[in-house]
């Protein structure tokens, strides 16, 4: 397996956010958190940057929804051509019917769920979804540390994937660091999300090579 390496913008320079793109252009697909200031305790982004960053990034658009009423806002973020778009499963009426909608337009539909909120009653959904984001800190802010009792989750999302032979992306996003990354991916995740780790330091293309080789050397060996 490759592990999947997607930088947070979060921790990009949203004055030169285009060259800050630019520099991560070796990355998998970069992250872009839209929070709501309701869903969320923070205001990011709406649909106007996020269609703005769609046009000017060298990578696809993994775009994370912590925003509420989300059954009648996510869809717009397919439309505008993200790859990827996922949404939390505390903020929808109807999972299924919404993933369906996305990819019915054409992305990947993904769901995350927050540290507190039980993975079992979505095992049985995963056909339903290309992505599942176990969030490994509080979703809001960046630069929390990683909460490793959230790992059961996803060996039990892993263990369903392997039993089902599902193609399933399991992502996590929260702290993850060159310290942590090997805890997430011995645990089962692929895909993973870092902000400070990839824009701290003179050179993110190296951090993101140095996440991903930390990454793939803990599920080797497991």
């Keep these: 397996m490759s592990a999947r390496i997607n930088p947070s913008i979060l921790s990009a320079d949203f004055v030169n956010l285009q060259a800050d793109l630019e520099r ?5 697909l970069v992250h872009v958190d839209v929070m709501d200031n309701h869903f969320v305790p923070n205001l990011t982004f709406g649909p106007q940057m996020v269609g703005r960053i769609q ?8 775009v994370h929804l912590m925003i509420s009423d989300v059954d009648r806002w996510a869809p717009g973020y397919a439309e505008l051509g993200a790859y990827s778009v996922t949404f939390h499963a505390e903020a929808t009426n109807d999972p299924v019917a919404l993933a369906r ?3 019915s337009i054409g992305a990947r539909a993904g ?3 927050k540290p507190g909120t039980p993975i079992e009653p979505y095992l049985e959904l995963l ?4 992505q599942v984001l176990v969030m490994t800190v509080e979703p809001g802010f960046g630069g929390q540390s990683f ?3 959230t790992m059961p989750k ?7 994937v392997a039993r089902t032979g599902l193609d399933v992306w399991l992502q996590v996003d929260g702290g993850i660091s060159a310290d942590t990354i090997g805890i997430a991916a011995a645990a089962g995740a692929d895909t993973f ?3 400070s780790a990839v824009y701290s330091g003179s050179d993110p293309a190296s951090n993101i090579a140095l996440l991903r080789a930390a990454a793939e050397a803990s599920t080797h060996t497991h």
């Design 101 to 103: 909608r996305l990819r």
């Design 154 to 160: 996803l060996q039990a999302l892993s263990a369903e």
């Design 111 to 113: 769901i995350a769920v």
């Design 55 to 62: 046009d000017v990034s060298p990578v696809p658009l993994d």
């Design 147 to 149: 909460m490793p009792e």
């Design 24 to 28: 991560i252009a070796s990355a998998d």
């Design 127 to 130: 056909p339903e979804f290309d």
């Design 193 to 195: 999300v870092a902000g």
